[in-house]
């Protein structure tokens, strides 16, 4: 069956660092994968969309990667601030129904100042 | 723009009652999704609809779930009768043509079934 795996750990990094974030995939081959970002208590927030044509996509100080070999994508915050705080959801799409999204579990990031 | 407006934000109700959740998705958006999100499962799609049309509904746990959109501005989704496995975070989401992929989340329904 189809299967997203994100980070199970909750990943706490320092200010200033990079916070790297991963998504895993397997048994389907999405056309596109999104990322998006969860407060507590609030809806999901989209972030960056990346097709499976596109190698890296960029914004601001977060950038994305997408491995359709490796099936994973890579999801790079830098210059980390507090703020960034937050639950990080991976959602692939579902192959042939491109508006049914597959959604990980997310990875709770914490930005110590 | 207001954003996907849900209501109520949050709703507790004994087991076997029904339960009517609502969504206003983003005026000019033509898909609406409804998700459901726990912990242990994560956020899972239940159903979503196209111009008004269920397209997909094979997230729909069983046949005590039911969802509508009567138009373009209006979803219900009900449960009923409920049970305490239900309790969970329900969002609705939408999304347009011009928006392509891109969700848009209400802020949830908190429903706890006790």
């Known amino acids: 069956s189809q299967k997203i795996e994100q980070n199970s750990e909750a990943l706490n990094i320092q200010e200033g660092k990079t916070a790297t974030l991963t998504c895993n995939y397997t048994n389907y081959s999405p056309a596109y994968l999104q990322w998006y970002r969860q407060d507590p208590g609030r809806g999901p927030v989209f972030l960056l969309l990346i097709r499976e044509n596109e190698k890296e996509k960029r914004k601001e100080r977060l950038k994305v990667t997408f491995d359709t070999t490796l099936k994973q994508s890579l999801f790079h915050i830098t210059a980390s601030q507090p703020a960034d705080s937050a639950t990080y959801l991976c959602a692939p799409a579902n192959a042939g129904n491109n508006r049914k999204l597959i959604w990980g579990l997310g990875t709770s990031l914490a930005v110590n100042p | 723009d207001a954003g996907v407006i849900q209501s109520p934000r949050h709703e507790v109700t004994e087991m076997g009652q029904e339960v009517t959740l609502r969504c206003k998705p983003i005026?000019?958006?033509?898909?609406l999704f409804w998700y459901r999100q726990t912990m242990m499962r994560g956020l899972e799609l239940l159903i979503y609809f196209n111009n008004n049309v269920p397209i997909d509904d094979s997230g729909m746990p069983e046949d005590r779930f039911s969802a509508k959109m009567p138009n373009a501005s209006f979803s219900t989704l009900k449960i009923q009768p409920s049970e305490p496995r239900d309790s969970a975070v329900y969002f609705c989401?939408?999304?347009?043509?011009?928006?392509?992929?891109?969700?848009?989340f209400g802020p949830g329904t908190r429903l706890l079934v006790l």
């Open positions: 005026s000019g958006h033509d898909y």
């Open positions: 989401a939408s999304s347009s043509q011009e928006t392509q992929e891109t969700q848009y």
